[in-house]
């Protein structure tokens, strides 16, 4: 079972960035899946969700407008289109499976058990 990101990278604020997280090991088209985030000195938080059939999605408020998520279940792959990136944008980006999500909310990290390495965002 395997997440591995991609696509961060440094860039000037109102830039855009596109990243990836390729799933493999498991049946992606069956998990609910994640972005999250976490800058130096600040604890990881969510940034973007979807549910597995690509219903239902979730934005933290600080991104909504801004950020889409998009789940390709033939190509295993997670999307986060990031637009007009803010310097406070910059974080480590981290993506997340969850096969059920009890709480109902996409955002709540404790309900993902798959994480990958991250990528890192930097906007100046």
């Known amino acids: 079972v395997q997440l591995v990101e991609s696509g961060g990278g440094s860039v000037q604020a109102g830039g855009s960035l596109i990243l990836s997280c390729a799933a493999s090991g498991y049946t992606f088209s069956r998990y609910s899946m994640g972005w999250f985030r976490q800058a130096p000195g600040k604890e990881r938080e969510g940034v973007a969700a979807?549910?597995?059939?690509?219903?239902?999605?979730a934005y933290a408020d600080s991104v909504k407008g801004r950020f889409t998520i998009s789940k390709d279940n033939d190509e295993d792959t997670l999307y986060l289109q990031m637009n007009n990136l803010k310097p406070e944008d910059t974080a480590m980006y981290f993506c997340?499976?969850?096969?059920?999500?009890?709480?109902?909310?996409?955002?709540?990290?404790?309900?993902?058990?798959?994480w990958g390495q991250g990528t890192q965002v930097t906007v100046s």
């Open positions: 979807i549910d597995s059939d690509s219903i239902t999605t």
């Open positions: 997340a499976a969850a096969r059920l999500v009890y709480s109902r909310n996409l955002l709540l990290m404790k309900e993902y058990n798959i």
